[in-house]
């Protein structure tokens, strides 16, 4: 759901965007792209109180009813306004899945589990994302001459808003929450009904006693005099930040605007999008072995550095004239397939991973929501201004800058993602 709602707008752009239909100006593609992106921010702030006052599953179901009910109203706009307004509440639902999902699957697993079950999710948004470059380039290919198909593409987005509602009162309840909210019998008894492990059951009890005991008398300004917890939640911002810093959703959202402005036609570009997902979702299969074998701030580190050094060649594919029209349009494609493999594969999974595991159990909810927003908000500005900057940068320019960007996260991953100042702060809290 996360996934195909973040890569319809790709496709759905470049039709919407025509005079007969909403006629966007640069200024307005951003607008309609970053204003999901902006519901994103408030849902992912939002998510830490709902989560823990309405509860993991319960919150999930209320997220698909608002998916599904905004994604109607996307696909029924009649002008910009109504489709912006519609977008930042879809964003609203969207966000809160993205910092409740890592979490709830988080805690429905034991803890040789985690890890792996924490990146379906990562996977699951980018088998999304494929899915939803896939049916833009089918309806687009052969529904092309009808302008408005951008609103069948839209609505398209509410099949898994609606399965999730339906497959949702079949999930388990998350036994931690069962825990804070005083129903250890029935907490213990999904604890069992999950297969964890009598010593797993025995720390989640001792962890949600502690929570339950700090809950209440919890203030941020405790986080301000702690240097370990404030060095954590600096932590998680960074982290958060450098999903969205590293250039992931300019080829998201902008990639058939981008493919076609270095020469592919509308088809061409649409059909460019399906390889790219399709690399895009082998790399991150690929990638979740990777993240069993390697400590996961490294995996970061070099994922960012591999990042850099790609969009650096497409900067410099992009601006040269030694290959024919056709071979530059096949390179940069590759090239774009690569970032994205890299990204997606890495960079990507090791993020939300590592916003799910940074942080001890009292705080873990509150931070872990915090770095979600911190990534919603600069996915936002870079939606909102990347059509501009293409237009005073060019399309090369821009990727220079993601190149440089990508190299300012590695520091940044080096000086405040340091796995022994995380692990130490973890074992004094």
Known sequence: ??????????????????????????????????????????????????????????????????????????????????????????????????????LYLNEISPERLKAQNVNKNAIAIVLGQLAA???????????????????????????????????????????FWQLLNQSRSKAVKTFRRLHFPRLDIREAITEARQEIKNGDSFEWSSVFKDKYLLYLLIAGITVGFIQQASGINTVMYYGTVILEKVGLGSGASLYGNILIGLVSSLAILVGSRLLDQVHHQHLLVAGLISNGVTLFILNVVMKTDMFSQTTNNILVLIILAIFLAIQQGVVSPVTWLLLSELFPQHVKSTFNSIGTATTWIVNFVISLIFPILMDILGTAGVFLV????????????????????????????
């Not at 993601?402 to 130490?424: M, Q, S, T, W």
């Open 1 to 102: 759901m996360f996934g195909y709602d973040t890569g319809v707008i790709n496709g759905a752009l470049s039709f919407l965007s025509l005079p007969d239909q909403l006629d966007l100006s640069s200024s307005a593609q951003g607008l309609v792209s970053s204003s999901l992106v902006l519901g994103c921010t408030f849902g992912a702030l939002s998510d830490s109180y709902l989560a823990n006052h309405i509860g993991r599953k319960k919150l999930l179901q209320w997220v698909a009813v608002i998916f599904t009910l905004a994604t109607l109203a996307c696909a029924l706009s009649f002008n910009p306004i109504m489709l912006i307004g519609s977008r930042f509440v879809l964003g609203l639902s969207v966000g809160v899945a993205s910092s409740l999902s890592p």
């Open 133 to 175: 470059f896939t049916v833009n380039a089918i309806l687009g290919s052969i529904f092309g001459d009808w302008h408005a198909i951008w609103r069948v593409m839209m609505v398209v987005a509410a099949i898994p808003a609606i399965l999730l509602w339906l497959l949702s009162f079949d999930l388990p309840n998350s036994p």
């Open 402 to 429: 993601f190149a440089f960007a990508n190299v300012g996260c590695v520091i940044l991953a080096e000086v405040l993602v340091n796995p022994r100042l995380v692990k130490k702060a973890n074992e004094v809290l």
